[in-house]
T-cell receptor, first 117, second 111 residues
Framework: GENVEQHPSTLSVQEGDSAVIKCTYS??????FPWYKQELGKRPQLIID?????GEKKDQRIAVTLNKTAKHFSLHITETQPEDSAVYFC????????????????FGTGTQLKVEL | NAGVTQTPKFRVLKTGQSMTLLCAQD?????MYWYRQDPGMGLRLIHY???????AKGEVPDGYNVSRLKKQNFLLGLESAAPSQTSVYFC??????????FGPGTRLLVL
């Protein structure tokens, strides 16, 4: 079945360093890859996404890269700050749509990022 | 514009009790989803709806029922709560394409 694996499960970096989180997916037809940030006790919030026709996308300190051949995509956070501390989830859509329409997101198991002063 | 809202925020149930979680969105989205979030397991899809009057099963539907009588509301029901249903429940909505907007979550504890 469809699967998204996410590594590492925990990541600790010093403020100002870069953080990289990696995900692999199993469905070669997957075509949409969002990343969500979830602060403690809060809802998941979309921070960046990428589609299969693009190899890289950047938004200020955050970037996502996609390697379709290898079926993996990564989140890069540069110049990390304490407020970046949160759980980050990757996700991927199925190549085929859900019955009746819409798209199912398969989520990774999350990475707890801690930015230390 | 409140986005996606959920009620209640927190609830404690005894095994065998029933309850309904309400999700409401004011973005006129067609698609709505219910997820549960458990430690170390990410978010798993329970049920979803592709429009008013429609519902369908996700990957973990057992023990839950849903209804979408109005476009803006998506209800998740537990007919006979079990301790295994202790979780945080998130509702999400979206219009095509796939970007999903999540509600604030409902924390449910079943004793």
């Amino acid at each position: 079945g469809e699967n998204v694996e996410q590594h590492p499960s925990t990541l600790s970096v010093q403020e100002g360093d870069s953080a990289v989180i990696k995900c692999t997916y199993s469905d070669s037809a997957s075509n949409y890859f969002p990343w969500y940030k979830q602060e403690l006790g809060k809802r998941p919030q979309l921070i960046i996404d990428i589609r299969s026709n693009v190899g890289e996308k950047k938004d200020q300190r955050i970037a996502v890269t996609l390697n379709k051949t290898a079926k993996h995509f990564s989140l890069h956070i540069t110049e990390t700050q304490p407020e970046d501390s949160a759980v980050y989830f990757c996700a991927a859509t199925l190549g085929r749509r859900l019955t009746g329409g819409g798209n199912k997101l398969t989520f990774g198991t999350g990475t707890q990022l801690k930015v230390e002063l | 514009n409140a986005g996606v809202t959920q009620t209640p925020k927190f609830r404690v149930l005894k095994t065998g009790q029933s309850m309904t979680l309400l999700c409401a969105q004011d973005m006129n989205h067609e698609y709505m989803y219910w997820y549960r979030q458990d430690p170390g397991m990410g978010l798993r899809l329970i049920h979803y709806s592709v429009g008013e009057g429609t519902t369908a099963k996700g990957e973990v539907p057992d023990g839950y029922n849903v209804s979408r009588l109005k476009k803006q509301n998506f209800l998740l029901g537990l007919e006979s709560a079990a301790p295994s249903q202790t979780s945080v429940y998130f509702c999400a909505s979206t219009e095509i394409p796939e970007t999903q907007y999540f509600g604030p979550g409902t924390r449910l504890l079943v004793l």
